[in-house]
């Protein structure tokens, strides 16, 4: 409809202005095409945190998450590891690239920093950074058990920044 009218007739309207008409007389249109989306089909650990971030002390569960934001000088990625019981940042990395390096070396800092007993919970998404052997193997090495949240849900990392209390910057 809203083709034939731009086209056929040389009326532009908004889509909102075709919609609501043809929704009054009962007419849909053709729906489009759907292409599947990618996802991981295998983890790469398991989520052994289901969505309880509380703990009752310290090192016992860490979280962490990468966020993109932009410079003048290009775009950089901020990776921060936090824990859980004391709300703090106990590693950080800021680099360029969006590889597993900011991911790893946080996780390295918040190791060197705080000497966590084996058996500390890092959790994070399935993303590109965490998922690679480098992170993975440096948190076995230390001594940590990887969780990563389940695959595909993004509410995961949304209820893990919520019950932390960490707003995230836009």
């Not at 004391?86 to 920093?113: C, E, H, K, Y």
Request: net charge positive; proline share 8%.
């Amino acid at each position: 409809m809203h083709a034939e009218l731009a086209h056929g007739l040389g009326i532009h309207l908004g889509h909102g202005a075709v919609e609501l008409p043809m929704r009054r007389a009962g007419l849909r249109g053709l729906p489009g095409v759907r292409r599947p989306r990618l996802k991981h089909q295998t983890p790469t650990a398991a989520d052994l945190v289901d969505r309880d971030f509380t703990r009752s002390a310290p090192d016992q569960l860490w979280v962490t998450d990468i966020t993109e934001h932009p410079t003048r000088k290009g775009k950089v990625y901020c990776c921060v590891v936090l824990d859980v019981y004391a709300r703090r940042v106990v590693g950080w990395s800021i680099d360029s690239t969006q590889t597993a390096a900011p991911a790893t070396n946080a996780l390295g800092m918040a190791i060197q920093n705080r000497q966590p007993p084996p058996g500390t919970l890092p959790h994070s998404d399935h993303v590109v950074q965490y998922t690679p052997w480098a992170f993975t193997e440096r948190a076995k090495a230390s001594g940590l058990v990887a969780s990563m949240g389940s695959i595909g849900d993004c509410y995961d990392t949304q209820s893990m920044i919520i019950t932390v209390g960490v707003v995230p910057v836009a």
